[in-house]
């Protein structure tokens, strides 16, 4: 089974960008769509973006297109989050998650594997 691990969290101010990654354990990673969610403080865990196992093509919540964008390299087996422009509305924990589709990586019942969460606090 696929184990996941994220990193790169902290506490930035409004503005700021960070890099979150996300580290698989198996050379197996490379056929998984990869998806990111986060789960604000009292809210469900929402949709972020996902990106496809090979070529690469992404989507993105409306929330943060044009300001996170998702790579991944799986020569090192990681996925990684890029956020840009952060606003206070995205504190929250950030999680990775593997899936085998990329039509339905927005739903998160299609996620078998997932890695622990990284907390993001964007101060104003």
């Known amino acids: 089974q696929l184990q996941l691990g994220e990193s790169g969290g902290g506490l930035v101010q409004a503005g700021d960008s960070l890099r979150l990654s996300c580290a698989a354990s198996a050379r197996t990673f490379r056929g998984y769509v990869m998806g990111w969610f986060r789960r604000a403080p009292g809210k469900e865990r929402e949709f972020v973006g996902a990106i496809t196992a090979v070529s690469g093509s992404t989507k993105y919540a409306d929330s943060v297109k044009g300001r996170f964008t998702i790579s991944r390299d799986n020569a090192k087996n990681t996925v990684y989050l890029q956020m840009t422009s952060l606003k206070t509305e995205d504190t929250a924990v950030y999680y990775c998650?593997?899936?085998?589709?990329?039509?339905?990586?927005?739903?998160?019942?299609?996620?078998?594997?997932w890695g622990q969460g990284t907390p993001v606090t964007v101060s104003s």
């Open positions: 998650g593997a899936t085998t589709t990329f039509r339905n990586s927005e739903r998160d019942y299609e996620y078998n594997n």
